[in-house]
Structure formats: C-alpha cells, structure tokens
C-alpha cells in the first residue's frame, strides 16, 4: 500500500523568501506523484505532476519539485515566495493506470508574514 | 473551462437523517472519487469509482454509500448522518490512467447536530 509523510504541519516564511515544503512517499514501484494547494474554503489546484522522465518538475505559480528516488521524496520550492501562496499543501501518491486511486498526505499550512 | 460542481458549499443536518451530497464532472471521466478533509488528518479516500454503477470503498467508507447511475455524476450518501460525519467533502474526478491529475470540486461544509 502506498503512504505520504508531510513532516511539517505548518511552515512559516517571510515574503520574497524561499521556500521547501517536504513530502516522503513509500510505494514499491516508479510512483505517480502530485503536489496540490488549498486556499481557505476552496478545493485542490493541481501544481505540478511527476509520472517518469526529468526528475524536476515545473509546476503552476513558480513552484517546482525534485523526485529523489533514494529519499523517496518528492520536495516542493519556489524561490521567491508570495503573500499570495499562504494555503495549505498536498502532496499525493498514485500507482498509475488501472488503479488511479490516490493518497494524500497530511497537509502543510503556509504562512506568510510581511 | 472543465469543472467538477458539488451541489452544496455548506450543509446543516440533524442527527439521524440521510443526506445526499452530489457531485457533476463535465470531463467525460471516468473515475470519481468522494474524500473527506479534517484538520491534522489530511484527505481521507470514503468511494470511488471507475465506471457508471462500479463503487469500491476506500479508506473509510463506515457509515456512507455512494451511487453512480451516469458518468457524470456521483453521489454520497449518508444514511443515519451522525454528528462525527461533520466535516469537509470534497469531490473529484480524473481521466482513465490519472496522467492529468485530479480534479476537485470547491467542496461542501456539511455539519450535523
């Protein structure tokens, strides 16, 4: 069975920061990976995806992610943070085709402070 | 634009009464998905399903039933809805294979007293 570790609950970061939002998976094989983000009271917008190929992925927003395969991570950054990104983040963990089903991990909050 | 609509952004039920929350996809997908959000515990997978009238449980399906008599929509019911139920739904629909990600529907607030 697949699982996803946000080990942080809430990050905060100063405007015009960096910024890197950990994710840890654990899936036997090649695994589908996502990163989502939540504005308050509103659903997921997808951010960025990883099937195969490049191991960094460029996203929506300015947000990209490294896959590691000998970390099984999949970490988030931007290198220069708005007041606009402050939302709660997803990572996700998929097996592909026939079984699209996917987990999600816990979330980590963002805030941004002026 | 694709989208996928809950019919509710915020519900108040009583103890006890069955509630449906629906959702509609305009993306000819075929898998639909009906997760549960509360803080500290992520996205919790309730159903989904890959086919009209197809449904497999997920992670925590106690307490719910869904249906899915058209492509487009599926729908979660709560049969005796109890007050440990209160919580965020959030709906979502993805092509057969899943390369274009999720997508989600605004979610419906649904609190049960």
């Known amino acids: 069975a697949q699982s996803v570790t946000q080990p942080d609950i809430h990050i905060t970061v100063s405007e015009g920061a960096s910024l890197e939002l950990r994710c840890n998976y654990s899936?036997?094989?090649?695994?589908?990976l996502f990163w989502y983000v939540q504005s308050p009271g509103q659903g997921l917008q997808l951010l960025l995806k990883y099937f195969s190929g490049d191991t960094l992925v460029q996203g929506i927003k300015g947000f990209e992610a490294e896959f590691k395969r000998s970390q099984s991570s999949f970490n988030l950054r931007k290198p220069s943070v708005h007041w606009s990104d402050a939302a709660e983040y997803f990572c996700a963990v998929g097996a592909g085709f026939g079984n699209e089903k996917l987990t999600f991990g816990t979330g980590t909050r963002l805030t941004i402070i002026p | 634009d694709v989208k996928v609509t809950q019919s509710s952004r915020y519900l108040v039920k009583r103890t006890g009464e069955k509630v449906f929350l629906e959702c509609v996809q305009d993306m000819d997908h075929e898998n639909m998905f009906w997760y549960r959000q509360d803080p500290g515990l992520g996205l919790r997978l309730i159903y989904f399903?890959?086919?009209?009238?197809?449904?497999e449980k997920g992670d925590i399906p106690e307490g719910y039933s869904v249906s899915r008599e058209k492509k487009e929509r599926f729908s979660l019911i709560l049969e005796s809805a109890s007050t440990n139920q209160t919580s965020m739904y959030l709906c979502?629909?993805?092509?057969?294979?899943?390369?274009?990600?999720?997508?989600f529907g605004s979610g419906t607030r649904l609190t049960v007293v």
């Open positions: 399903s890959y086919d009209v009238k197809m449904k």
């Open positions: 979502a629909s993805t092509n057969a294979g899943g390369l274009y990600g999720y997508t």
């Open positions: 899936y036997g094989a090649t695994p589908y």
